[in-house]
Structures are given as structure tokens and as C-alpha cells.
């Protein structure tokens, strides 16, 4: 059963009732009961405000878990930008096809320059990050990239647009392992009035995505809710729902959860909820309790002080010196830039206003967002290693499947 069939059978109106009304009591109850497994029930208790007032309590449970799991390991991935053209209006993304940026595809060779810049630093895991469009991003586009990456990568992994299982097959082919799709929004009404635009349109093509990616053979899933959006208890309960389906349908692959906030990207668009540091500290810790195995990723969108703090608290993946804009490590693809408008290429030699440095360092194409934290990766490091814990750059290699 797919999780677009399962999802709107959900109890939620009873899930959400006790994300409020949950008690003190309720959170020492779960609280002391170590490693017991978690339901959603439980998952809606541990963020209600009542356990936002024992939250020194949930962190240390959190940690304790984390490292019974997972040990003091930080792995340490970036992500590499090969497009920002897209076909989707999403109002809330600085790659949108109305906004008015300047935009690029890079070339195979401009691809494999910006990861061996990576590779450079260490970096053995990358993401492949890419905007919807079948013009410029093609399977057959992207199992070429994966195919020259994985020659010196040793994990490769996509957010891109959403495809059939059949499609996904060549990129696993070509060593692809992992495959991140948020959702956006896991409430309906709000996913359909922040897309209006585009095959992104289409809610539960989106929500099975995770499932028809593990038919394929990705190994490692990714999902998440951008918080901003809807409200976040919603949110990290329709979150939770979907890892739990996952967990049981897909148990071959890892899964792992992030917990992004919406940051200034082009367009202005301005979150319509919000999710406070204390919340999103709680929500680490909760999401843990609930899915022990589960891998919690933490982004450059998150300031370098609160990613301090969030490191030992049960985090297990984490983005350094990321860039969020095509070319934005080598500056590859700078002589190529383009004006789009409303989805049209213009010649008015008109150059959109300048963007923060952070959203558009290197190449002068536009980012996706605004990154927070912007240290360099061996910066980062540095500091995982005072907090005690190792920051690990590969922890993949298709040696260890070889027959």
C-alpha cells in the first residue's frame, strides 16, 4: 500500500488534539521508558508544549539514543547544484519559473569540475541538487552526471523532480544510492496554493516518490516537510507518519529526515508559520526518540551557533561550505548565464538586482535560498571534533556490495 493510499486515513484531528493537550506527566511517562519503541501517539506527546517545558529531559534522552545508534560519527556531505531552470511555480522557491533570475545549466565537464573542487576537500558523499526541467535535466542528463561522479564519489545522491520507477533504474545503474524529496507540505490545501504551476502540482505523484525510488534500488531515502509553510505539529506529524510507512514498506533502504526552515530566496516570499529555535530543537530530539535508526540531516539553512548546539543533540548528517546556486564552487557555467522571465529567455540586457553574497558567491547564477551558515567545510569540522564526536566525509563504498 503507497502512503498516498494510507495518508488520508490517518487519525490527525486526534494526533494533533494531543500535540496540545498532552500533559508533564504524558512526557515522563514516555520519557522514562528508555528504549521502548515510539507511536505516533507518543511522537505527538513529545511535541506538545508540555514537553517543550522538558526539554532538557528529551535532549539528553535524544543524545543517549543517538549514540547507542549511531556512535559519536557526524557525517559531513555538500550539495552541487547542476541547474536552477525549472518548470514549477512554487511560491516559495528562489528557482520558480516566474521569478526573475538568471539561470544556467552546467555542462558534464563543468559538473565533474565543481565535485572534484569537493572532492578536493574531502568530500567522498554529494547530493545532486537540480530544478525541473525535461529541456535541460533529463534522466539521460543526470545518469551521465551520476556516471562521471561516481568514478571518484563513492556516494552519489539526487533531489531532483520526481520520476517513474523505470526512469530511476539507469541512475541506479550508473551508481546513484540515495534519493531526497521533500514534500513541501504534507497539508493539501496549502500544496495546492503555493504550486500553481507545473507537474509539481500533483500531491500524491510527489508523496509516492520515496517508494517508487526504492523499486528502483536507491538505497538511502530522504524526506522532509519545509517548515514555513503549514503548521509545523502538522507537519512533524505527517512527517513522522510517512518515515513509519517507509520504515515497514522500504526496510531495505536508510531513511533519513531534515527539518529545513524556510530562508530568503528570490521572490520574496515571506513563510507563512513559523518554527522557533526551541521548536526545531525539540523536533531533533523527537524525531529521534521516535525513529531511532533513522538518519536527522542539518543544513547550511541553520546559523553556525544553533548548528553547534543541534550537533550532539542527535543529528547524524550535516552539510559544510555548502552552495546553493549552479557553479558555485568553481564559478563553472559563469559565461553561460541567462535572463529568464516567466519562464522565457529575455535579451533586454537587463540584469536582475544583486542577491546576498550567500545566495549567489561564484558563478552569478541565482541560488535557491539563502544559506545561514557559511564556514568552510574543514571550519566545521573542527568543531564537530571539539564537541567530541568524529566528522566522517565517506562512509559508502560499492566494494563493500561487490560480489
Aim: charged share 20%; with cysteine.
Amino acid at each position: 500500500m503507497s502512503f498516498s493510499v494510507e495518508f488520508p486515513s490517518l487519525p490527525f484531528a486526534d494526533l494533533l488534539r494531543r500535540s496540545q493537550t498532552a500533559t508533564r506527566d504524558d512526557v515522563h511517562r514516555l520519557l522514562a521508558g528508555g528504549d521502548a519503541s515510539m507511536s505516533l501517539a507518543d511522537f505527538a506527546t513529545l511535541i506538545s508544549p508540555a514537553a517543550s517545558l522538558e526539554l532538557e529531559a528529551l535532549c539528553h534522552a535524544s543524545r543517549e539514543v543517538t549514540r547507542r545508534r549511531f556512535g559519536r560519527v557526524i557525517r559531513l556531505f555538500a550539495p552541487l547544484y547542476l541547474s536552477n531552470e525549472c518548470i514549477n511555480n512554487c511560491a516559495y522557491c528562489g528557482f520558480s519559473r516566474d521569478n526573475s533570475i538568471l539561470r544556467v545549466t552546467l555542462g558534464l565537464d563543468e559538473v565533474v569540475c565543481e565535485a572534484r573542487a569537493l572532492a578536493d576537500q574531502g568530500f567522498r558523499n554529494i547530493l545532486l541538487v537540480a530544478g525541473e526541467h525535461p529541456k535541460f535535466v533529463s534522466n539521460g542528463y543526470l545518469a551521465d552526471c551520476v556516471a562521471a561522479l561516481h568514478q571518484f564519489v563513492p556516494s552519489v545522491s539526487l533531489e531532483v523532480g520526481p520520476m517513474e520507477t523505470a526512469e530511476y533504474l539507469p541512475l541506479v545503474k550508473a551508481g546513484a544510492d540515495g534519493l531526497v524529496v521533500y514534500q513541501e507540505t504534507y497539508d493539501r490545501e496549502v500544496y495546492a496554493r503555493m504550486h500553481t504551476a507545473g507537474p509539481k502540482r500533483n500531491f500524491d505523484w510527489r508523496l509516492d516518490c520515496p517508494e517508487r525510488a526504492y523499486a528502483a534500488g536507491f538505497r538511502r531515502l530522504g524526506i522532509a516537510a519545509l517548515h514555513g509553510l503549514a503548521d509545523w505539529r502538522y507537519e512533524a506529524l505527517a512527517t513522522a507518519a510517512h518515515g513509519s510507512h517507509l520504515l515497514r514498506h522500504c526496510w531495505k533502504a536508510m531513511l533519513t529526515v531534515a527539518i529545513p526552515r524556510m530562508k530568503p530566496c528570490a521572490g520574496d516570499f515571506q513563510p507563512l508559520t513559523h518554527l522557533g529555535d526551541r521548536e526545531l530543537v525539540q523536533l531533533v530530539a523527537a524525531f529521534r526518540l521516535l525513529l531511532p535508526d533513522a538518519g536527522m540531516v542539518l543544513s547550511t539553512r541553520e546559523p553556525a551557533a544553533l548548528r553547534d548546539g543541534l550537533f550532539p543533540l542527535g543529528v547524524t548528517h550535516a552539510s559544510a561550505g555548502s552552495h546553493t546556486e549552479p557553479g558555485g564552487y568553481t564559478g563553472a557555467g559563469r559565461e553561460r548565464l541567462h535572463h529568464t522571465v516567466r519562464g522565457r529567455i529575455v535579451d533586454d540586457g537587463v540584469v536582475p538586482a544583486p542577491l546576498p553574497a550567500s545566495m549567489g558567491r561564484s558563478s552569478g547564477a541565482t541560488g535557491q535560498f539563502e544559506v545561514a551558515d557559511s564556514r568552510t567545510p574543514e571550519e566545521v569540522a573542527n568543531v564537530i571534533r571539539r564537541l567530541g564526536y568524529e566528522p566522517v566525509r565517506k562512509d559508502w563504498d560499492t566494494a563493500l556490495v561487490a560480489e
